[in-house]
């Protein structure tokens, strides 16, 4: 019932900022928390980051310092903001939420970061 939706991806060059939107639709976000993954071409899924329901945050070592992930409960919107961006940020960006013992997923957003 809960969809997920992921906004905000571009193209920006090295050194450039995106803020990437996650907005639940048809219900809110479980207890569980939010996080966000990419996906290169020919690279595993990594994750980058999380935010619980009480607000901790947790980041990949990779994006640590440089992005922030955020959530505005009344919005039901988790954020994730990208600064200084590096071409290796470079992928596809999904959201995901642990809905009643289900995965639910956002279809990606592209983050293209050129040099």
């Known amino acids: 019932q809960v969809q997920l939706t992921e906004s905000g991806g571009g193209l920006v060059r090295a050194g450039g900022s995106l803020r990437l939107s996650c907005t639940a639709s048809?219900?809110?976000?479980?207890?569980?928390?939010v996080r966000w993954f990419r996906q290169a071409p020919g690279k595993l899924r990594e994750l980058v980051a999380l935010?619980?329901?009480?607000?901790?945050?947790n980041y990949a070592a990779s994006v640590r310092g440089r992005f922030t992930i955020s959530r505005d409960t009344a919005q039901n919107t988790v954020y994730l903001q990208m600064d200084s961006l590096k071409p290796e940020d470079t992928g596809v960006y999904s959201c995901?939420?642990?809905?009643?013992?289900?995965?639910?997923w956002g279809q990606g957003t592209q983050v293209t970061v050129s040099s």
């Open positions: 995901t939420n642990l809905v009643l013992l289900e995965e639910i």
């Open positions: 935010i619980t329901a009480t607000g901790t945050t």
């Open positions: 048809g219900g809110t976000f479980s207890p569980n928390p």
